[in-house]
């Protein structure tokens, strides 16, 4: 079966066919954002497991490393060159991504993307970063997974998403802490024992600080 792009639901119905646990799995991830849009975190983390989870299963491994999960689809030829690009590049992918979420300090990391020609950063520690990439890569990744089970099925579906993938720009960014607080409007001289902190501590008072340029904005609206 040949289409350009299945809706979700579609992919949920046609996955379930094959497993029904994969199938309510991939409904409870659509689920988990359409009952609370606080939900970002849980939800884009789930995706990203699933998505683990259903290539682990296809490859009979659920023993090995994502990395040579991927490298082993793509030598099966269930995944195109630029899908094993978007999956595994080491510094701007899925799978980046997905470790960032697991084990990192995510108050470094930001996705950079140009908007009306300007850089805008989107953190990842914030609820709305992680429902705006939901969006950007779950209808990709549904898709992928379904290819990927449809491998067993009589006929397997052909679905090209090198276009879609094309268009999209995975662009991690890290930061310092002395430039987060930059970016809020804080001079980093002005900030007591600063030096004398560790970087643990630094990114954790960026974080709960406020943004002096949102602040100045809101009095100059009071006061004009």
């Not at 490298?71 to 630029?82: A, D, F, S």
């Not at 990192?104 to 300007?118: C, M, P, Q, T, W």
């Not at 990842?124 to 491998?151: D, H, P, Q, W």
């Not at 902190?197 to 340029?213: C, K, P, T």
Request: charged share 30%; hydrophobic share 40%; glycine share 4%.
């Amino acid at each position: 079966m040949e289409k350009d792009f299945y809706s979700k639901s579609e992919v949920i119905d046609y996955v379930w066919q094959y497993s029904k646990y994969h199938g309510n799995l991939l409904s409870y991830c659509e689920q988990i954002v359409k009952d609370d849009s606080r939900n970002g975190f849980t939800a884009l983390i789930f995706l990203l497991n699933l998505t683990e989870n259903i290539f682990k299963d296809k490859i009979k491994d659920y023993d090995a490393n994502l990395i040579n999960v991927i490298n082993e689809l793509k030598n099966q030829g269930l995944i195109t060159q630029i899908e094993c690009t978007f999956l595994n590049d080491r510094n701007n992918s899925i799978r980046r991504l997905r470790n960032l979420l697991a084990h990192a300090n995510l108050s470094k990391y930001n996705f950079a993307f140009i908007e009306d020609g300007r850089e805008i950063l989107y953190p990842l520690t914030e609820n709305e970063t992680c429902i705006k990439l939901y969006e950007m890569f779950s209808g990709i990744l549904f898709n992928l997974m379904l290819r990927i089970v449809s491998a067993n099925f009589i006929k397997p579906f052909e679905i090209n998403l090198d276009d879609k993938i094309k268009n999209l720009e995975i662009n991690i960014k890290e930061l310092t802490p002395e430039e987060l607080l930059e970016l809020k409007g804080f001079d980093v001289s002005d900030v007591s024992n600063w030096e004398e902190l560790s970087e643990i501590d630094r990114y954790r008072l960026v974080e709960n600080s406020g943004d002096v340029n949102i602040y100045t904005e809101v009095f100059k609206g009071l006061f004009k």
